[in-house]
């Protein structure tokens, strides 16, 4: 199956700096990607969808301005968390669907805000 | 996207077949039932996913109902490895990447030796 990797697996940063994490789908193109958070012991909840060429769209209750993501090329996207703070220690994840339309999901990222 | 309901936890002897019940009763037409699994601190991987008939991959087995609102991913000799939360989501099937998922609680399947 088609392949998505993320970068870092894991990340530990002070409370206040910016963390910036990148998916790629690595042999395959894709006009759309979505990034994902999971608390611990919770579901996945979808945080935005990230759109080649255009803004991306988020969910209620995700700050944009928080969240920054940049759909750079076909095959890369990048979630920055912008002034990290302890609530936002989370484990996220990026998903990219091939042109078959089916999800294929990156390994996640463990973000630890001290 | 349609509900689905899943019990949220369920446990295996390893060898066993391991059978995950699913409802989805207000589940559309053009809706298929897709089955993901996440293992501990892994993203979630794709199992199977079916429309209306009984699916067969490498991986699992899916059997949905004739009404199509309950459907059954079956494990046939489950291991340890296969230790994880099972989601089955209900959408629409397609080329269209604009169909994100959306996860409920999953089933906790815990295969034990």
């Known amino acids: 199956g088609a392949v998505v990797s993320q970068h870092p697996s894991r990340v530990i940063c002070k409370s206040g700096t910016s963390v910036k994490i990148e998916c790629r789908s690595l042999?395959?193109?894709?006009?759309?990607m979505f990034w994902y958070r999971q608390f611990p012991k919770q579901s996945l909840m979808l945080m935005a969808t990230s759109n080649e060429g255009s803004k991306a769209t988020y969910e209620q209750g995700v700050e944009k301005d928080k969240f920054l993501i940049n759909h750079a090329s076909l095959t890369l996207s990048t979630l920055t968390v912008t002034s990290a703070h302890p609530e936002d220690s989370s484990f996220y994840i990026c998903?990219?669907?091939?042109?078959?339309?089916?999800?294929?999901f990156g390994p996640g990222t463990r973000l630890t805000v001290l | 996207d349609a509900k689905t309901t899943q019990p949220p936890s369920m446990d295996c002897a390893e060898g066993r077949a391991a059978n995950l019940p699913c409802n989805h009763s207000?589940?559309?037409?053009?809706?298929?039932v897709y089955w993901y699994r996440q293992i501990h601190s892994q993203g979630p991987q794709y199992i199977i996913h079916?429309?209306?008939n009984n699916e067969t991959n490498e991986m699992a087995s899916l059997i949905i109902t004739e009404d199509r609102k309950s459907s059954t991913l079956i494990l046939p000799h489950a291991t340890l490895r296969d230790t994880a939360v099972y989601y089955c989501i209900v959408r629409v099937a397609g080329g269209n990447a604009g169909n994100m998922l959306t996860f409920g609680g999953g089933t906790r399947l815990m295969v034990k030796p």
């Open positions: 079916g429309l209306k």
């Open positions: 042999d395959f193109q894709a006009t759309t």
């Open positions: 207000t589940i559309s037409g053009n809706e298929y």
């Open positions: 998903s990219a669907p091939p042109l078959s339309g089916e999800q294929f």
